[in-house]
């Protein structure tokens, strides 16, 4: 089945460190979509990449698709405390529907 | 709209008890799902619909069902609970996928004990 990598699973910054989490697919894609979940809460959608060797930016969070569609990375510039969460990436390698979550990365930022 | 609505948000069962997740949806969306999420983890896919009346598991199905009478709702039932499918279970639905993925809308989850 499909296998979507997501590493480091936990990361500890310092307030305005960067950060960085890579998803990682054993299969090309055809998208990948990138959700956010902060502590108690439900996950929410950030993003969705779908070429090759596209990048994306929202405000201080960069997201880049891979030039083989087999992995994405997502970069956090000068990290702030509300950045603190777990970022998850998404994949259907199927084509079906079938959305398939990587572990995450929590990210902890300390002030 | 409300978006995606579940309930109950909390519920705890004593082993081999049943129940049904409610999960609603109010924005016409055909693409359904149940995750769930144990402390500490990420989402696995249980079940998912792509339409009224179509439905197929995903990462983990046993020992769960679901059905889809209608594009609105997408019940997930637990017919004989065990502890552990202790865990949050989020609802989620997208739109058409309109050639890829469409966002998913998630659900403020219900958190289920089984003891």
């Known amino acids: 089945g499909q296998q979507v990598m997501q590493i480091p699973q936990y990361q500890h910054v310092q307030e305005g460190e960067d950060f960085t989490t890579y998803c990682n697919s054993s299969?090309?894609?055809?998208?990948i979509q990138w959700y956010k979940q902060r502590p108690g809460g439900h996950p929410v959608f950030l993003i969705q990449l779908v070429k090759s060797g596209e990048v994306k930016k929202q405000k201080r969070l960069t997201f880049q698709f891979g030039e083989a569609k087999k992995n994405s990375s997502l970069h956090i510039t000068a990290t702030q405390t509300t950045d603190v969460g777990t970022y998850f990436c998404a994949v259907d390698s199927s084509n079906t529907g079938k959305l398939i979550f990587g572990q995450g990365t929590t990210l902890q930022v300390k002030p | 709209n409300a978006g995606v609505t579940q309930t109950p948000k909390f519920r705890i069962l004593k082993i081999g008890q049943s129940m049904t997740l409610q999960c609603a949806q109010d924005m016409n969306h055909n693409y359904m799902y149940w995750y769930r999420q144990d402390p500490g983890m990420g989402l696995k896919l249980i079940y998912y619909s792509v339409g009224a009346g179509i439905t197929d598991k995903g990462e983990v199905p046993n020992g769960y069902n679901v059905s889809r009478s209608t594009t609105e709702d997408f019940p997930l039932r637990l017919e004989l609970a065990a502890p552990s499918q202790t865990s949050v279970y989020f609802c989620a639905s997208s739109s058409d996928r309109g050639g890829y993925n469409s966002p998913l809308h998630f659900g403020n989850g219900t958190r289920l004990t089984v003891t």
């Open positions: 299969t090309t894609l055809s998208n």
